[in-house]
């Protein structure tokens, strides 16, 4: 059985992303950069909702991208994809599928027969949405040292109590706490 964990950085007072969607506020450096590659190389599928995808699609399959951190694109751009949009019909980046319908059901089929695990990048209220039904095997979090004025909760609409345990953590050189979590069942 496949796992469904997510990678998810929020500012100290617990945003992902401001009222305006903007993430600016999150410092991507050297180490940050390690850390992904060595993300990527676990070679899980890729989750997005579909703010994240176009997020991400709009910078990883770039020149910029392969110039500033050639190995975080290589392994973006490779890696298998789900988009969860009701909008969307067809996803332009390469090894992208679109997902519509009840992505609950879906997501928790997909457990069950996937030979990748899944990792959702951002996209709260895909996070939120799957660990009120259970699914989520664990949070990887990264808070930065940063507050911002207003923004969404990564658990703004979750609909039940989720206890968690904390796995481990480290403190990066830029002040970031980086978390490791799995649900308490």
Request: net charge neutral.
């Amino acid at each position: 059985m496949a796992t469904l964990t997510s990678f998810t950085f929020i500012t100290l007072n617990g945003f992902y992303k401001d009222l305006h969607n903007d993430i600016s506020w999150h410092q991507h450096d050297a180490e940050g950069a390690a850390l992904s590659e060595r993300s990527l190389q676990a070679n899980n599928m890729l989750l997005f909702g579909r703010k994240t995808y176009d997020m991400m699609y709009s910078f990883w399959p770039t020149p910029q991208a392969e110039q500033a951190m050639p190995a975080v694109a290589k392994g973006m751009n490779e890696a298998a994809k789900i988009v969860f949009s009701n909008d969307l019909k067809k996803a332009d980046w390469q090894n992208t599928r679109v997902v519509s319908d009840d992505i609950v059901a879906q997501v928790a089929a997909l457990k069950k027969t996937a030979t990748k695990n899944m990792t959702i990048l951002g996209s709260g209220s895909i996070v939120s949405l799957f660990a009120s039904h259970g699914l989520m095997d664990g949070f990887q979090i990264m808070v930065d040292p940063v507050v911002i004025s207003a923004g969404t909760s990564l658990f703004e609409n979750i609909q039940r109590t989720l206890p968690l345990r904390l796995i481990n953590s480290q403190v990066m050189k830029n002040g970031a706490l980086l978390l490791n979590y799995e649900p308490v069942r």
